[in-house]
Nanobody, 129 residues
Framework: QVQLAETGGGTVQTGGSLTLSCIIS????????IGWFRQVPRNSREGLAM????????TYSNNVKGRFNISQDNAKNTVYLRMDRLEPEDTAVYYC??????????????????????WGQGAQVTVSS
């Protein structure tokens, strides 16, 4: 059973940085696309960044390009999202997700919810002004 778990959420001041971790277990499909999303109440889930595990491929939405960085540690089955220069508008619940088999490649220039089947429980990030 595929499971993802986000850690590292919390409260940070405007201009600060935070790194989220996504620990992945039970995935048996080899390389796969892992995406980061965020959601605020009454809004749809917004795709932020994604990568294909075991490769150098990464891509970002225009909203976070240059401020957020996605990376991986394959030995730890973990994907990270480092967030710099955080703003109050970045306050949200952040989710990581794994692609929907059998097509586990990253599709599009930023992650789209429809392409992801497995989700973590979410991590709250609050940016105080």
């Amino acid at each position: 059973q595929v499971q993802l778990a986000e850690t590292g959420g919390g409260t940070v001041q405007t201009g600060g940085s935070l790194t989220l971790s996504c620990i992945i277990s039970g995935y048996t499909y080899g390389g796969t696309c892992i995406g980061w999303f965020r959601q605020v109440p009454r809004n749809s889930r917004e795709g932020l960044a994604m990568l294909y595990t075991g490769s150098t491929y990464t891509t970002y939405s225009n909203n976070v390009k240059g401020r957020f960085n996605i990376s991986q540690d394959n030995a730890k089955n973990t994907v990270y999202l480092r967030m710099d220069r955080l703003e109050p508008e970045d306050t949200a619940v952040y989710y990581c997700a794994a692609a929907r088999p059998p097509n586990t490649y990253c599709i599009g220039s930023s992650p789209q919810r429809v392409h992801f089947a497995y989700w973590g429980q979410g991590a709250q990030v609050t940016v105080s002004s």
